[in-house]
């Protein structure tokens, strides 16, 4: 009993650190690759290649002068940005990062808690994280704010339907709602990536969407609106908003990596005959970098792509992903009865 | 794990299937018709009209039928075969009176057509509901039909008022069924009506839970609503006023029938055992339910709202029948044959009455106050007769349909023993009288204004408005003069519900 | 010991409180916030009793669908004007009399009469026994309740058509005249 606990706390601590980490490393990692794309340099200078710019980054938003302009709406627009960080970071709780892993004697599941309901959870969260955007949008009592919250809450509503029916798709192929199950169905090659190619597609498009990334950025569109919804925030607030983003980000691969691209599987490794520990480290690894991948895609795709108009984006969602997503559920009963899965 | 889908005999469906598919074919048909350049949309009604028809059939076809089936969730019998003929009747009667009203209106779109379609769906959901699950449901899919179908006429401030009145008190009333509903199940632990009423005869006498009571209070207030009685009517004159008449005339017959279709499913059927302790509560509510509504009825000037308030004391009438489903032999049975005889019987004289004001209006005006129909008898004399009828009719004057229906509810109150409510049902009746016969003595012995007069001349109808008062005459005429054949079938089709 | 009662007052008090202050508190989007917060907390409380899948669709659907939409229609409008919004209390002390009586009315019959709650019917036997798992929950959908299952996709059509119907602009309004206007 007692072990168990200390299991879980040690997992909560290990897979936050490392989360954390790669949040504070995801902005670097944005600024080298666009100046890269852009055939720049991008920061270079704090320690070996710019490794130690996310702390000078940090002590910077903390140093900086908090202002609270006197107009807002005090306890919403100092509750806003908690509440846009909390959702992705307790979303992590449910994804696999490893199947499990043998120590001491005992086999210890690579899951921080494998809740009957995780694909629901994660659901329920994500559909949290339009509040945070909306209240700072409302509560700091400016139109570019305002605008900014209008939009974005649009944007998710209209994307949230494409994004849970999409994945409908992975569940029917599973037919289960805990994630490691749904990662356990993705063994070998059948990958829901390859599987259900549509599906993928039409969830990729809507995680951008309800992460408010380029070209879905609306919400922020700086030569609109500022700064969008946090345009009245400043220091460790702005800061908070910033790491939601990346945190955002980073949970929204963890989930399509988890979904589509066969979480910690790695295709035929468990027959090479590795030492269980060390094929249990590799499937971690593998999924690490899965998510790298799918972390440089996203920034990648945002220094490509221009910026959607407001029309384009709706249509887009209620007209073309939609539909499609729908079909695609039809595509996945089929697979199931045609017994390809 | 294994999944057994219920069995079921799609012919018990065949009703309800006809009603949604008439409805999707609707809206399509219009959808794609769009693109013809003809402005003419009738042929939606007329489609509408041969759903409707086939429904008829299909209905026919269930007569004698007994049967519950989705695990009870349906209730496929004589009673619900008999107001299904009501609604249909009265949807019927509304469509053939939209065709000219929605041309006048521009209404005349799939979305109209398709709505009523969809609102006799839930209707017939209501009467045939085994379960209050699928009561609800119904309610649900009628009431927000309802609430834009009284929003028609976006166009008209009047019109969205009584759409949003209609939707914010409906949602209201809504609240009150679901929470009285999850009391009864709390305290039967069960939904489905059957089950419901062998738990109370199971139930020690006297020893049921106090949470029955609260449900049961909170149902009464649901369904009251619908069903228009004090004090629970207060949006009906701004509804009726606001809605497009022809939607007006809707509101009036067939979701009101369905209303106390749900009202007999769940106190007359289910909850009979408790007739002691309900019977108080409507007591109450029909001699206020008549009185407020004939009162207020003399005072208005605006024969929609006047329309409205005599359709408020009628639904009195019908309560009162209601309060007498119970209680001694044989009573349940004779209350029950008069709600449904009242209802048929009402949709008939009623939806006549309002064919007649959609045939008075012009261009798109409506002519609605009782100034309009002065001289009426001079200027368009048949609509003046056929109006003078319905009038009659609604004042429970013989030979028509409306004497029989008020003499059948009487009776049956005497018969369980409810004299004072029968005395002052009929001093109501008397009451009444007065502003019905204004009506006509207004159309037959003032003279009209004289911009009324050159318009005489325009006069004309449309044919399907002409059937519809026709078909309106002859029910009217006909339950009033023959009635027996039409309450033998209630009579027996309770009887088929009794065992 | 068993903790979960002491729960189910927590959630209970946070429920009840955040309901409070949804219906006295004078700014809207605070009574907003306030009933998501409730939401949670009613969510919280089927979670406790082994429903989960209830649970995240009632935060799913309830807080971040249908409140969502609500924010949105409170930022839309303006909140200013929201705020100073009264109801007329004409009818207060009518409304005090007949509360009070129902008031005493419920408590009479509580007192006098029983307050049994029935054992549930064979369906809620068989949704206790799988202790409202998603599975056993969708296996009871399709088939036990079906038809009421079907149904609710015509409530849906009619919903969707009936809104499409009262919001949708007509062609000849978009250009900022509508067709009144020009009769």
């Known amino acids: 009993m007692m072990t168990d606990l200390l299991i879980t706390i040690v997992k909560i601590l290990v897979v936050f650190g490392v989360y954390l980490t790669m949040v504070a490393y995801l902005s670097l990692v944005e600024r080298r690759v666009s100046a890269f794309i852009q055939d720049r340099r991008g920061p270079n200078r704090v320690g070996p290649f710019g490794l130690l710019q996310p702390l000078a980054d940090g002590l910077k938003f903390m140093f900086k002068e908090d202002l609270i302009p006197h107009y807002v709406n005090r306890p919403v627009y100092l509750l806003a940005p908690l509440v846009a960080l909390v959702p992705a970071f307790i979303t992590m709780a449910v994804i696999p990062f490893g199947n499990t892993l043998p120590l001491f004697g005992r086999d210890i599941p690579l899951v921080i808690a494998n809740v009957n309901i995780g694909f629901l959870y994660i659901f329920a969260l994500t559909s949290m994280g339009v509040y945070g955007v909306v209240l700072a949008g409302w509560s700091s009592n400016s139109k570019y704010s305002l605008i900014g919250g209008l939009r974005a809450s649009a944007q998710m509503i209209s994307y949230e339907l494409s994004l849970g029916l999409a994945a409908v798709g992975v569940l029917i192929v599973a037919g289960s709602l805990r994630l490691p199950d749904i990662v356990a169905a993705q063994s070998g090659l059948r990958w829901n990536f390859w599987m259900q190619p549509l599906g993928f597609i039409i969830f990729l498009i809507a995680v951008f969407a309800e992460t408010n990334r380029l070209p879905f950025d609306l919400p922020e569109a700086e030569p609109e609106l500022v700064g969008g919804y946090h345009t009245e925030y400043s220091s460790m607030k702005f800061a908070m908003f910033f790491m939601a983003e990346y945190a955002n980000m980073l949970t929204a691969s963890a989930v399509v990596v988890s979904l589509y691209l066969g979480g910690w599987q790695v295709p035929y490794l468990e027959q090479a005959g590795l030492p269980p520990l060390l094929l249990s480290l590799a499937q971690v690894l593998a999924f690490v970098l899965k998510v790298g991948v799918m972390l440089f895609f996203f920034v990648w795709v945002r220094w490509t792509l221009p910026r959607f108009r407001y029309d384009q984006l709706m249509r887009l969602g209620w007209k073309i992903t939609l539909p499609l997503a729908i079909l695609n559920i039809f595509y996945s009963g089929y697979l199931v009865v045609a017994k390809w899965v | ?499 | 010991m068993d903790l979960s009662f002491l729960f189910f007052y927590l959630f209970a008090a946070v429920a009840v409180g955040a309901a409070l202050v949804v219906v006295l508190n004078r700014n809207i989007l605070h009574c907003a916030m306030a009933l998501v917060l409730m939401f949670f907390a009613i969510a919280a409380l089927f979670l406790m009793l082994g429903a989960e899948f209830i649970a995240a669709v009632q935060v799913l659907v309830y807080a971040g669908a249908i409140m969502v939409l609500f924010l949105f229609v409170i930022l839309l409008i303006q909140i200013d004007r929201v705020q100073m919004l009264r109801f007329a209390h004409r009818q207060s002390p009518l409304v005090v009399i007949i509360a009070v009586l129902l008031l005493a009315e419920l408590l009479y019959m509580i007192i006098r009469g029983t307050l049994g709650i029935a054992p549930g019917g064979a369906d809620a036997a068989a949704a206790g026994a799988a202790s409202g798992s998603t599975e056993a929950f969708g296996a009871l959908l399709y088939t036990t309740y079906l038809f009421p299952f079907e149904v609710a996709s015509v409530l849906l059509l009619a919903a969707m058509i009936g809104a499409i119907l009262l919001a949708r602009l007509d062609k000849e309004e978009v250009g900022g005249v509508s067709r009144q206007d020009m009769s």
């Not at chain 2, 006809?18 to 939606?44: H, N, P, Q």
């Open chain 2, 1 to 499: 794990m294994e999944l057994r889908f219920p069995e079921y005999d799609l012919g018990l469906l065949a009703p309800m299937l006809i009603l949604v598919i008439t409805g999707l074919v609707v809206l399509l048909a219009d959808t794609f018709g769009r693109r013809r350049a003809s402005g003419d949309r009738s042929f939606l009604a007329y489609l509408s009209l041969l759903g409707l028809l086939l429904t008829f059939y299909a209905n026919s076809r269930l007569s004698g039928v007994v049967a519950a089936p989705f695990h009870g969730l349906l209730a496929i019998d004589a009673v619900a075969v008999f107001f299904n003929y009501v609604f249909l009747a009265s949807s019927m009667l509304v469509v053939l009176m939209s065709i000219s009203y929605g041309a006048r209106h521009s209404m005349n779109v799939g979305e109209y057509y398709g709505l009523i379609l969809f609102s006799t769906l839930g209707m017939m959901l209501m009467a045939a509901g085994g379960d209050l699950m699928t009561i609800f449901l119904g309610v649900e899919i009628l009431s927000l039909n309802l609430y834009v179908l009284a929003g028609f006429l976006r166009g008209q401030a009047r019109s969205n008022e009584a759409a949003m009145k209609y939707f914010l008190l409906g949602a209201f009333a809504t609240g009150f069924l679901l929470y009285g509903i999850s009391f009864l199940y709390g305290a039967t632990g069960t939904t489905n009506l059957k089950a419901m009423g062998g738990f109370l005869k199971a139930a020690p006498a006297g020893n049921v839970s106090a949470l029955l009571y609260v449900g049961m209070g909170l149902l009464i207030v649901g369904f009251g609503f619908k069903v228009t009685a004090v004090p629970f009517h207060m949006y009906t004159p701004d509804v009726y006023e606001g809605a497009p008449t022809s939607i007006t005339a809707f509101l009036s017959a067939g979701p009101k029938a369905a209303g106390f279709a749900a009202l007999v499913r769940v106190f007359s059927f289910a909850l009979e055992g408790l007739h002691a302790d309900w019977w108080g509560a409507f007591w109450l509510i029909a001699a206020l339910t008549m009185t407020l509504g004939n009162i207020l009825a003399i005072v208005q000037a605006n024969i929609k709202r006047m329309l409205a308030y005599s359709s408020i004391a009628h639904a009195g009438y019908v309560l009162v029948a209601l309060v007498a489903s119970g209680g001694v032999g044989g009573a349940q049975r004779l209350g029950v044959s008069s709600v449904l005889f009242y209802t048929l019987a009402y949709t008939f004289f009623n939806l006549g009455a309002f064919a007649v004001v959609v045939a008075m209006g012009r261009g798109d005006r409506d002519q609605v106050g009782l100034a309009d129909y002065a001289g009426l008898g001079y200027r368009r004399p048949w609509l003046a007769l056929v109006m003078a009828l319905f009038m009659v009719s609604l004042a429970g004057i013989p030979p028509t349909a409306g004497f029989v229906g008020k003499f059948v509810v009487f009776k049956s109150a005497l018969n369980a023993g409810f004299v004072w409510l029968t005395i002052i049902a009929v001093l109501n009746s008397v009451v009444a009288v007065f502003y019905y016969l204004r009506v006509i003595v207004i159309m037959y012995m003032r003279e009209p204004a004289a911009e009324m007069q050159a318009e005489a001349a325009g006069a004309s109808f449309s044919g399907s408005l002409v059937i519809a008062l026709i078909l309106a005459v002859l029910g009217t005429l006909d339950l009033g003069l023959f009635p027996s054949r039409y309450l033998d079938l209630a009579l027996r089709s309770v009887q088929a519900l009794l065992g």
